[in-house]
T-cell receptor, first 113, second 112 residues
Framework: GNSVTQMEGPVTLSEEAFLTINCTYT??????LFWYVQYPGEGLQLLLK?????DKGSNKGFEATYRKETTSFHLEKGSVQVSDSAVYFC????????????FGQGTTLQVKP | GAGVSQSPSNKVTEKGKDVELRCDPI?????LYWYRQSLGQGLEFLIY????????KSGLPSDRFSAERTGGSVSTLTIQRTQQEDSAVYLC??????????FGDGTRLSIL
C-alpha cells in the first residue's frame, strides 16, 4: 500500500546551518506530495506542496522537489533559524478519490542559537 | 476566526466512558477529515466526509468509533467505552475539493 517514510529525528542544528530532512514514498501512480509543519503547541500547517513530477514546492525559505525517479520529496533549507524548531511531516495523497493524507512519522527539528 | 475549530481542546475521562469530540470546519469547505496523532502510531487517517456523507471510514480502528456530520458543517467524533489506547490527539481538517487541508489545533484525549 501507499506509505511515506521520513528520516528519524530528532535533528539538532545550529542557527544558519543547512537543513535536509529526507522523505521517500511508495505509491501507485504519482500522488501529490506535501510537507506540513507543527510548531510547539500549535496545529499542523501546510508548508509546501508539489502536485507532479519535477515540481518544486517552496515557502519560507524551505524547498522540496518531487523526484519520481527516486520516489523522494526531501525538504531543504539553506539557513535555519531558531524559529524553525518544530515537527515536520511529509505526506502524500492516499489512493482513491478522497484526498485523505498518508503521513510519515514526523521529524523533530531543534535549532540552537 | 476563519480557521478549523475543535472542542474541547483537552479532555480527560475514565476508561469505559463515552466521549464526543467536535469539529467546526472552515465555512464552505465540503470535505472534512478526522485524523489521530499518537506516540506509537504517528498520524493516522480515521474518516472522510464529503458533505454529510462518509464515503471512506476505512481508518476507524473499531466499532467503538463513529462520526457524523450535519448540515455539511459541524462534525462529531464519538468514542464509546473508551480504552487507554484511545489516548491521543484527535485532529480535524477541512478543505475545498482538490485543495490542501487546513487543520485544527486538535483535541488531546487522555483516558485514565
Amino acid at each position: 500500500g501507499n506509505s511515506v517514510t521520513q528520516m528519524e529525528g530528532p535533528v539538532t542544528l545550529s542557527e544558519e546551518a543547512f537543513l535536509t530532512i529526507n522523505c521517500t514514498y511508495t505509491a501507485t501512480g504519482y500522488p501529490s506530495l506535501f510537507w506540513y509543519v507543527q510548531y510547539p503547541g500549535e496545529g499542523l500547517q501546510l508548508l509546501l506542496k508539489a502536485t507532479k513530477a519535477d515540481d518544486k514546492g517552496s515557502n519560507k525559505g524551505f524547498e522540496a522537489t518531487y523526484r519520481k525517479e527516486t520516489t523522494s520529496f526531501h525538504l531543504e533549507k539553506g539557513s535555519v533559524q531558531v524559529s524553525d524548531s518544530a515537527v515536520y511531516f511529509c505526506a502524500q495523497i492516499g489512493s482513491g478519490n478522497t484526498g485523505k493524507l498518508i503521513f510519515g512519522q514526523g521529524t523533530t527539528l531543534q535549532v540552537k542559537p | 476566526g476563519a480557521g478549523v475549530s475543535q472542542s474541547p481542546s483537552n479532555k480527560v475521562t475514565e476508561k469505559g466512558k463515552d466521549v464526543e469530540l467536535r469539529c467546526d470546519p472552515i465555512s464552505g469547505h465540503t470535505a472534512l477529515y478526522w485524523y489521530r496523532q499518537s506516540l506509537g502510531q504517528g498520524l493516522e487517517f480515521l474518516i472522510y466526509f464529503q458533505g454529510n456523507s462518509a464515503p471512506d471510514k476505512s481508518g476507524l480502528p473499531s466499532d467503538r468509533f463513529s462520526a457524523e456530520r450535519t448540515g455539511g458543517s459541524v462534525s462529531t467524533l464519538t468514542i464509546q467505552r473508551t480504552q487507554q489506547e484511545d489516548s491521543a490527539v484527535y485532529l480535524c481538517a477541512s478543505s475545498l475539493p482538490a485543495q490542501p487541508q487546513h487543520f485544527g489545533d486538535g483535541t488531546r484525549l487522555s483516558i485514565l
